[in-house]
């Protein structure tokens, strides 16, 4: 990925996101057990934004290695990182390989906590807000309206399409601009990997972004 690819995918996702009641604001972050951050759908994306806005304090200073190792829990807990990869493979997911499934979803959760890490990388007076009420998607599933509030107080959207599961509540996709599935893009442009060179040109495809997001950092 170049690095012009990757300020378009920055932009994109930090475009995404967006206005209300629940603010997270100067209050110190802490983890919770998953039995707590997962009791409600909005659980888990309050305790999701916390952790992000704490990640985004520490900025450039801190080594992306260390805010990466921070962060990581939090991203496994809120998401539900093998459904996700799951919906963003297609079809072909059930057919692969145990051996290839776990390379791939180590990879996969590799890139999305990196991708929250390069997005969320410096604070400047920002806050989040999450809207206390949710809104039915279908198939019992709900979708938690998160708002980004940079400091000239303009929104940005990103919503969390929540699914009740084992762990209690977690993420299954993200909604950009509060519509833009995040998985349905994901879907698309693994397909095409899948096509030319199988589950090894995704994964490669995969940790080149990590490297490119972290800046070499983490190999």
Same mark, same amino acid.
């Given at each position: 990925?170049?690095?012009? %690819? ?9 475009? !995404? ?6 603010? #997270?604001?100067?209050? /110190?972050?802490?983890?919770?057990? *998953? !039995?707590? !951050?997962?009791?409600?759908?909005? *659980? ?6 916390? +952790? ?12 992306? +290695? ?5 962060? !990581? ?15 963003? &493979? ?27 890490? +390069? ?20 198939? =019992?599933?709900?979708? #938690? ?8 107080? *303009?929104?940005? *959207? ?7 599961? /084992? ?5 299954? %996709? ?8 995040? &998985? ?14 199988? #589950? ?15 800046? =070499?950092?983490?190999?």
């Amino acid at each position: 990925m170049t690095k012009n %690819d990757t300020s378009q995918t920055r932009r994109r996702t930090l475009f !995404a996101l967006g206005a209300t009641t629940l603010l #997270v604001g100067g209050l /110190p972050w802490r983890p919770v057990s *998953a !039995a707590t !951050a997962n009791d409600t759908p909005i *659980a888990p994306i309050q305790q999701l934004n916390a +952790a992000l806005l704490a990640t985004m304090k520490q900025g450039p200073r801190t080594p992306f +290695a260390e805010r990466y190792r921070t962060l !990581a829990p939090t991203i496994e807990q809120v998401f539900d990182l093998d459904g996700v990869l799951a919906r963003s &493979v297609g079809l072909s997911w059930a057919s692969l390989p145990q051996a290839q499934q776990a390379v791939l979803g180590n990879a996969f959760r590799r890139y999305t906590v990196s991708s929250y890490l +390069a997005n969320f990388d410096s604070f400047s007076g920002q806050s989040f807000q999450v809207l206390p009420q949710t809104r039915a998607a279908g198939d =019992g599933q709900v979708v #938690v309206e998160s708002r980004l509030v940079r400091a000239d107080g *303009a929104p940005v *959207a990103m919503d969390y399409v929540m699914n009740r599961g /084992p762990k209690g509540w977690q993420a299954v %996709d993200v909604l950009m601009n509060g519509a833009i599935s995040r &998985v349905a893009v994901q879907r698309s442009d693994f397909r095409e990997l899948l096509r030319q060179g199988g #589950v090894p040109a995704l994964t490669a495809s995969l940790e080149h972004k990590v490297a490119d997001l972290s800046g =070499g950092m983490l190999t």
